[in-house]
């Protein structure tokens, strides 16, 4: 697809620092791989003039510029794709929503569950028009993982009993490791919660297609000060979290997230368990699905590692024979790919901003339930449901 | 050591079902491998005469018999190895250790917080008579798992932040499984969180020599109803545990259990991290343990597999050559040298019954939790930590 | 079965090194875990009267002695086996057949082409009058081995193509490690090649059903020479060898052996290629059998870890609940149960003596064509393929 | 570094096959994450117009073009990238390497002897002028193999005394799979042997930076026909190989390659036994190297997991956080990264012509050695060892 004036689709970026860079080097790739609408790399956006003209001209965009309002007013500015600090997501999006551009926005969708409501408002007022936004859990396109749920829905497991998900970093692990903006609650909203449970909450509610309706949940702080710019500062998020969800279809999920967990790189663990088979995944190696079918003879059940790399494998036909692995940056080349398909064929976007809301409200849930002792909150009205199925094909 | 009347130790068991062919597997094989006092197996007790009888001469005990209480009363019996159900062992053991005879039972201590009281208060007394008691945490003696604990004690881990203890079966997946005593709460006493989370709660303790102060928890029954001998019968235990443990020296630790993960036959997995080291074990691999020194190098820093058998591990003196690995059962083997080895010495056991009330009010504190949804209970006094060293070069 | 004389089996084990132990133990175990006819732990032979009594009295032997001769002309003895050094197995047990004692020998069968083709002959002349023989290739009853064998002949690899097997230890890896016996030609025969390759060549033989019909090798000494009691001794065996072996039925596989691969400790690994399957084990987990289906939709596929451990699988309703894994040694303890069964029934033990013979020719033409630069060796008469089922059930 | 007349190198591919994509990606790529000379990616080359234009396009090359002996003569044209088939190597590498451009070839350096001495005369001719040349062993820049290289290089596992290297894959596996070009003598040379034997050996030299002396070898062809256009077709060239070499330096390595491994997609595996220490590898998990320190306490030794994704790792510093994974194509970013590097430093790339045609005499001779029934067979003159090392920082 073009845009309206038939050329091809005019992208703008805002952000460049960690997925800011993960999200340029999708779009300097996802042509090389898939077939996409025409689109062109048009300026990156940030706030230091000539820091941003550097990124753009490494990452292959072609302006840069400091002044979003502007570049999201420009008429041949078509995509806005949102890497800034989840405290700025609300008030660009909105705006561009407003001015008809396509919104794509980084996880989680704000730090504030009034800046996530007034999103899916836009949103739904945008969708109207025609005009598409998506959240970026990008995870839900790893192959395996798409994989995964592809087996799910199919039936491959049964009904689902248990998930058990966690999400193990180690780079706080440190107690001398400095102080910075993800510590601070006022720039983060909250810690390892918002920053990598929302990844484990979406994973349990996509993976199922189902909706959290009760959690109880627990936040700890390990290393309660740290080294600031000008002496010691407290640290008011949480290192590590944990939970127990209730999902309206019956299953139990548990979720367990930490920053000091020493060793764990960037272990993001699934584990499903149905009545008729099973299934775990380990984001440290992206690229194997872990199945068992427990209708087959007992004799021979067992695990299987899936090595997610034929052509027959969700994404897989655009890029290597097997057994040749990609990385994990292709999860958001996978997202950019679906997110052209989607406004390309008029479709809307998943995970939309709904269900980026649903997530949000969870982890206030979790939150609650931690600053009450553990106490089962209920969640008021069930979280979106992700119905939509990926482009895998 | 020898009897007070200079003869080998005369031992019964009491109970001949799985538990109790594994105690007898191991009274058989002990000697084998290990330098232990003289003893005899000389009575195997049970409620059928002839199918403890044959059981007696299939697992090489000299006699049999159907009623302990005249067993615990015989001169020539000096241990009493207590294999019954649950609800028989405050029982047996509180007049075994009035009739001074030393007592091994099987965890968990007792099926009550009452009965497990008792039972504490009567190893209290005998242990002023020099009569010792031991509860049967058999997996304190994995050397992979006492390896773990020597590795914590001895600093190589740094201070404890996280302990992630799960303990995953698949024996009651499929929802036809009929009926049975474990799944009833007045002879199963609980269900998941007692036979299995109990192991997991010692670990914790025991690794860390810690003890709980505080704990959040939540119980589940996914089939509500089973095939009984009569009809369908109500599932009044629970299949699946999970919890939050806040411990005395700051640490957080997880447990969850269930018997219904798919797939996961006997998965104890236990891992642990703290700011100098981190390690990980599965008791489907008992002889692994796999380690990280976080002081070393980034460039080669990496969770190592340990194969537990070198002759410098813990109990592996009495084996095979490295390499050459053991089986679970063995853990009731080490059990019952280290047993022998106490009596000898004039020692006390560990796990002693006080350690074993104290995981017993872990687990009351879990229900009650799960009863409150999910509120924080405070344990009113520590559960008693274990301090004693095991018997492992 | 008992004796002609209607008693219980009598067993004479001469050799109480590390295989004599290993058997002892099997010897003391099995009657726990199966059904098998009634036998007694009579003598132990060996050449240190004290050394030899001490070790009787541990291993649950009745008796003691020194002279292997007068033992094997005991009326009340039925059973002989042996696990004296290889120089010593043809003479005793050609005597020990000769006087109507069913043997069991380890492996290998000999250290010599003409000892071994001796104890052929006096094995089937013993045949011919009921008398059993058996050679100790222990490793084909490990559960898992024992289903990959069943799999491939029900089967379920379709045609096998390529076998990839090799055995690594480390425990010659130092090099100032001393001399012993076992690195001398006179008292070893050979190095690592007739001690762990033997067990290579017969997985290669035993898992297929097939012969090695010609073969390409390579033997080679890392280290030259040890420090000996009397100083530095020429070492005149191999550290390491490599093969490949053109099979009967079309199969290539390739062997290679090491005692000096640094961190291995016992790693037996057996690969299997077929056109509709393939088959991975490695010792150091014995309980684990790795299995993939190549018919099942590519989109599934991948090799499945099975955990050998369910009621289903080779010899496992003889031992504990699904997921408590057994250890190496029990691999004698079946080896002992299939050999009892075979004397009860009256049918012939496998591996025969044949089998064990033609492993010898195998590692004979390795010799032979490492000699030769490699060149390749036919064997002049196929040797021995092992069509005999194994007692699994 | 700018070209002479100071303006980006202009790059030219030739080929656009799974090669041509691979390597076309790494140009598109390797700006994003690296500093690198300026260069621009002029002009794809190919037989057919139409293909290659679509081609160009997709893969962000300017222009396209039909005739390469044009393209080099372009004085616009810097660097030469040959992708084409093996045996168009010579001719184009020789005639573009005589225009002065720096060329860059895809490995086997080419399909005959005479053709690869031709080559490395004429890059010998070429560098006196400071024309640059390489060829592609890319997975020399895999991180995990790069840091292999240099944990032996600074002598972390001692001298190297064994070397197990495999490459096994499946897809040849059908013996239905149709006759390709890749199958023929004449077109492709050889088959498993010069496609991933080539690598195999290659990494074996390269790791211990080290030659091999001496070869003993075979091939076999599973599959002695297979559907061509026109009916059955013979295979003429090996599926599978196997080889042991004699290092100059004491070492043994084995080396063995199978197309019909069912179920091993990719699996480069390298073992590595050092005196001290000892690494393995598997390209199906790139971004792992698993390495053991022999000269720790026992107790604690085994082989970790090294995840290689810290900024400390070889290529690392241009990636993303720890943890965060990246795939098989990125060998080809870091192998152009160096390229570029070596031209803007004026110095030799490595691996240089002469160690492709070393990696060409070993499989040479171990394709003579199968000939002669495995016959060990001595290189003439020493392979050329690789001395160079890489850009890794």
Redesign the interface.
């Known amino acids: 697809m073009t845009s309206p004036n038939n050329r091809p689709l005019g992208v703008a970026a805002i952000g460049y620092a ?1 997925m800011g860079r ?1 999200h ?2 999708a779009w ?2 996802v ?2 791989h898939f077939d996409v609408p025409a689109y062109e790399q048009k300026v990156l956006v940030g706030r230091d003039a000539q820091a941003v003209a550097a990124a753009a001209a ?3 965009w072609s302006e840069s510029a400091t002044d979003w309002r502007e570049v999201i007013a420009r008429d041949d500015i078509d995509i806005v794709d949102i890497c800034a600090p989840g405290w700025l997501h609300a008030e660009i999006a909105t705006a561009a929503l407003a001015a008809g551009k396509h919104v794509l926005v980084e996880k989680p969708l704000a730090n504030t569950m009034d800046e996530s409501a007034a999103m899916v408002t836009a949103a739904q007022s945008a969708r109207e028009l025609g005009v598409r936004s998506m959240v970026g859990f990008n995870y839900r396109r790893i192959p395996a993982l798409a ?1 995964a749920r592809k ?1 799910i829905a199919d039936g491959g497991l049964g009904t689902i ?2 998930v ?1 998900a ?1 999400y193990l ?3 706080l ?3 001398e490791a400095p102080m910075t903006w993800r510590l601070r609650k006022e720039t983060a909203g909250s810690g390892a919660l918002g920053d990598i449970a929302s990844h484990a909450v979406d994973q349990v509610q996509h993976l199922l297609g189902d909706t959290v309706t009760a959690v ?1 949940g ?1 936040l ?1 702080t ?1 290393t309660s000060q740290r080294p600031g710019p000008e002496g010691p500062e407290p640290v008011t998020v949480d290192d ?1 979290a ?1 939970a ?1 969800l209730e999902m309206a279809g ?1 299953a ?1 999920a ?1 979720v ?1 997230v ?1 920053r ?8 993001l663990r699934v ?1 499903v ?6 299934l775990t995944f380990n ?5 194997e699905l ?5 209708t087959e ?11 997610v ?2 052509p ?2 969700p994404y897989l036909s655009g890029w ?11 999860s958001f080349t996978h997202q950019i790919r679906d997110f052209l398909l989607n406004i390309a064929d008029g479709t809307d976007p998943s995970p939309s901003f709904e269900e980026g809301l649903g997530v949000q409200q969870v982890l206030a849930a979790i939150e609650e ?1 931690s600053a ?5 909150i209920k969640l008021a009205e069930p979280a979106n449901a992700n119905s939509t199925p990926l482009h895998t094909s």
């Open positions: 960690f993960a340029s080097n300097r790739s042509a090389n490494k990452y292959g994989l087996l009993r248990q058990r966690s970093q180690d780079w692990s440190d107690p109880s627990k700890h390990f590590a944990w127990t019956g139990v548990s367990d930490s000091v967990a020493l060793g764990q790189k960037n272990a584990e368990y149905g009545t008729d088979g099973a984001l440290e190696n992206p690229n872990f199945y068992l079918n427990g003879p007992i004799e021979v059940q067992g695990f299987r590692r899936i090595l790399t034929e027959e494998h290597w024979p097997q057994g040749h692995v990609i990385g994990w940056e292709h339930s009450a002792g553990g106490a089962t």
